[in-house]
């Protein structure tokens, strides 16, 4: 029996009342989700991509290259006017940093969890009912509505702790926002705030439906922090390990890294 069917017979068998009208359980949300997301491919199918993205803020505006694949290490390359500007990457223990001149430096605790959070978060690599295989809690959150929406809310609890709220369309059940609480730039200022992050421009990517644009906002003020746009999406590329791992550089104080993201968000 394909990995999809037994999915959903497992969670039907669990919710017990769900049925084809409205949603009336945490498992068949999930499987709606699962059906509006992936249709008929099988998830395992998915071991890698790599985001093309163009990444807009108040002071700043960067191209950036994101890769990531399901062992939860990551890489992001940000480039200004095609020069190379800084680096992240988070090789599955601890996050790192690379300036502009190459110098690398480790992530504060902190900033270390939040590349890896966005390794997890449902829609970069892993779907929502993925998550649980992997360590994580998913608990129904019954029903908001949002400018005229009544959303299925789904609370995430990732396995170190960390919650984050995903909101999926009651038409669609597709994830189209998302609120957490935590810093949007965690090496400049550590502050957090409650964010709101809306997902649009949903497209098939290999079969799989993926947001191509995504908009920040501080939900307590509603001023605007980011705009994301997706170029492209590429699938199960091919990365050398390496490519997640400190490079081995001169490696200075953090503070000197911090002044180098500081120097392009002015």
Known sequence: MAFFA????????????????????LGDVLIRNRAATWGG????????????????EPKFELDGIYKVNKLGQMRIDLYSGGRRVYTEGFDGHRGWAVDAQGKASDESPTGSAALWHGTQFPGKIFDLDELPAHGHRLEGG????????DYHVVKIVLSDGF?????????TFLIERGRDFRAMHPALDAKASWLEIVWTDYRPVAGVMRSFGETVTDLAT?????????KS????????PELFQRPRSKSPDRLAVVKALLAFTQ
């Open 41 to 56: 491919n099988e998830p395992s199918a998915i071991r890698s991509l790599e985001y093309e993205i163009h990444i807009k």
């Open 142 to 149: 019954g029903r908001e509505s949002i400018g005229g929406v």
């Open 222 to 230: 509603g001023q605007w922090k980011q705009s994301m746009t997706v």
């Open 6 to 25: 037994r999915l959903a017979l497992a969670l039907l068998a669990s919710a017990g009342c769900a049925h084809r009208g409205t949603p009336t359980s």
């Open 163 to 171: 919650e984050t709220y995903r909101y999926l369309n009651p038409t």
């Open 233 to 240: 999406i590429r699938v199960n590329p091919e990365f050398d």
